[in-house]
């Protein structure tokens, strides 16, 4: 009877304990604002603490003469700082170490300012072969699965217990109190193969000491020390699989990746280089065409100018025939407004140039303003025609670094198709161990004799290193998930992925085919409008010549002047304007078929040595003096030219904090 209500008292109080749970559960996971963990609000407000302040980050930049805009006044020879374009280009890689766009100048989503993370720069190569996220390992991280992997753990203990069963209790009678100590020590060295296998050295250690009276020792040491190997022989099996996949046993990835191995690193390494020349290409063509423009638009000034200055003589011309009574007033009016007009377009131009200068300057990583204006002083290719489209587009299609990227890509995919095809395959691996036990009174001792057995035990390592207690095992591990459902759906996603990386390539060879096109055909255009702009600036001396002398002899009204005037302004600023487009679009035909920084003699850094030196590479120079456009790039430059006062860069450690 007695039993019965201990049997009731029991599930009773289980009974009152789940119903507890039950109502306290209920009550921790609803969501009131009155609940409040304290530990966790204390480590709210350190960390509010922490950053109310604002970062001090102290960030050097070249500063210059920044102050009131430049008066839109005449530039004089003492104003003009004179460059060649190779200059321009040595300065830009010079200061470059984060690349600029010309196109996102004054855009309200300029990259610099409002994405800085995205915005290229000469550490990305070495940033990405760093990484150690899924998908985008870089080298090391890759060479870090091969690395040997050590693990050890000592754990003291001790435990006490009332004995309830002689014959469970070692000895000890019931209602005794065992008392055992104890210690565990674990030490294992892994190395993971390129086979794909696995070894390792184990050894484990443990310690036990009670007052059983059963024992042969009141405290013992039993261990052992051992090597074990694994190897897959279907899934996953193969230098081949590892090098693409990396090994089987990642811990922390997940079972189906197969993009983490040292073969797909190197070509992530290889695309982010890519990446890295395709920023500088674009970055020096952008500085090659801010040039350009700014030699334009020096030339438009000097015709705008020019045209300003000989309306200013026609004007005074006409107000003393207006006064010898030899014009009307209308006459009159009529030059004051063409002056004026001239007048507001030579301002106009100006402040253009300056804008292009501007332009310049923020390409090469000077400051906005200094004392002199940039002064282009190449002539540039002359404009010719007689281009041949499929010339280009057959060094466009090895030299273009987006085919190269894409190729790239088609190989990494290739390797991961043929690694995800081995994981359809069981995992079946071979497993073999063999260890040599060991057991004694003390873990070292230089006597045998334990005073016990014939045997001794006295030394655990002693009887270890005796090699009469061993053990071995030998077998195979079978393991299949039933239809193999995400290995197959992983093969047909990576056949997609590559037959859609294909057919990318076919477009990207049609699209440079049109690109290769599109710049021939503007080339010839150029080439041959500059010809004729050449006819029309002659075309517009002889008529200004003539309508000269007829307004002389009085044959001619001043408006016939004015306008032939005007016409030769606009005449040699056509010539000037296709020929600095035909510069431009050589530029971009280089550009786009891949030898932009071949013929520049660009040579881009090491990404990933020197990283205190952030310029984006070299460029060799011409002789000085010299058009950069007709000389010999081999050459070594003794400069001649006027120095350009340069800022000093600001040093790595200087920019960081």
């Known amino acids: 009877m007695r039993s019965h209500w201990r049997l009731i008292e029991l599930y009773s109080m289980q009974a009152f304990v789940c119903l507890l749970c039950c109502i306290v559960g209920c009550n921790v996971f609803r969501e009131d604002p009155r609940h409040i ?52 280009l040595a300065i830009a890689l010079q200061y470059s170490d984060v690349i600029r766009n010309n196109a996102q100048f004054l855009s309200p989503s300029n990259p610099i300012l409002t994405a800085p993370q995205t915005v290229p720069s000469v550490f990305d190569p070495a940033i990405a072969d760093d990484s150690v996220n899924n998908g985008v390992r870089g080298t090391d991280a890759a060479k870090s699965d091969f690395d040997p992997r050590f693990s050890t753990s000592l754990i003291w203990s001790k435990d006490e217990l009332v004995q309830n069963n002689l014959f469970l209790s070692g000895g000890l009678a019931p209602g005794n109190v065992l008392v055992e100590d104890g210690a565990q020590y674990r030490s294992r060295l892994d190395q993971s193969l390129l086979t794909g296998g696995n070894i390792a050295l184990v050894q484990d250690w443990n310690y036990s000491s009670n007052n059983q009276p059963n024992r042969l020792f009141t405290s013992a040491y039993t261990g052992s020390l051992g ?58 063509l952008d500085v090659i065409q801010a040039y350009w423009d700014l030699d334009l638009a020096h030339r438009e000034y000097i015709a705008v100018r020019n045209v300003e200055r000989s309306l200013r003589d026609t004007t005074i011309e006409v107000q003393s025939k207006f006064n010898a009574g030899l014009a009307g007033s209308a006459d009159e009016a009529q030059a004051e407004d063409a002056q004026f007009a001239a007048e507001a377009r030579t301002q106009e131009t100006l402040s253009g140039l300056l804008v292009a200068e501007m332009r310049l ?32 587009y057959t060094i466009a299609l090895s030299e273009r670094v987006e085919l190269r990227q894409q190729k790239r890509q088609i190989e990494s995919l290739c390797y991961q198709l043929e690694a995800a095809k081995s ?61 193999l459902r995400a290995e197959r759906a992983q093969v047909r996603q990576y056949e997609l992925r590559l037959a859609k990386a294909r057919a990318v390539l076919v477009n990207q060879e049609l699209e440079i085919n049109h690109e290769i096109a599109a710049a021939v055909q503007d080339l010839e255009r150029f080439s041959t409008v500059f010809q004729t702009n050449l006819k ?28 032939s005037e005007i016409s030769l302004a606009d005449a040699e600023i056509a010539t000037q304007r296709s020929r600095a487009e035909y ?44 058009p950069a456009s007709n000389t010999d790039p081999q050459v070594d430059q003794t400069d001649s030219l006027p120095p350009l006062e340069i800022p000093p860069a600001p040093g790595f450690s200087e920019t960081m904090p």
Request: cysteine-free; overall charge negative.
């Open 37 to 88: 963990n304290l530990v966790a609000e204390h480590y709210l407000a350190l960390a509010e603490a922490a950053v109310e302040a604002a970062p001090v980050i102290e960030a050097q930049a070249p500063t210059g003469s920044l102050g009131k805009a430049r008066k839109l006044e005449d530039l004089s020879p003492d104003d003009l700082q004179p460059i060649a374009l190779v200059d321009v």
């Open 583 to 626: 510069a431009k679009l050589l530029a971009a035909l280089r550009y786009r078929e891949g030898l932009l920084l071949t013929e520049m003699g660009i040579t881009l850094r090491d990404p990933y040595q020197n990283l205190t030196q952030t310029s984006l590479g070299s460029i060799r120079r011409p002789l000085s003096g010299q």
């Open 227 to 284: 090597a074990e190997f694994r190897q897959p022989l279907l899934a996953g099996a193969g230098r081949e699989f590892i090098s693409v996949a990396g090994p089987p046993d990642r811990g922390n990835r997940g079972p189906y990746a197969v993009d983490q191995g040292l073969i797909i690193a190197r070509i992530n390494r290889k695309i982010s280089e890519l990446d890295f020349e395709r920023e500088v290409q674009q970055f020096v």
């Open 423 to 483: 994981l359809t395959k069981p995992r079946l691996d071979a497993v073999a161990g063999y260890r040599l036990n060991g057991f004694g009174d003390k873990l070292i001792s230089d006597d045998q004799d334990d005073g016990i057995t014939t045997d001794g035990f006295g030394s655990a390592y002693g009887t270890m290193l005796r090699s009469d207690q061993t053990s071995w095992n030998l077998g195979f591990e079978y393991t299949v998930p039933l239809w």
């Open 536 to 563: 029309r600036e002659a075309a517009a001396r002889r008529r200004l010549a003539a309508t000269s002398a007829e307004f002389e002899a009085g044959r001619l009204t001043v408006d016939l002047l004015l306008r």
């Open 361 to 392: 300057r923020r390409l090469m990583g000077l400051p906005a303003q200094y004392e002199k204006v940039l002064h282009p002083v190449d002539l540039g290719p002359p404009p010719e025609g007689g281009w041949n489209a499929l010339d280009s």
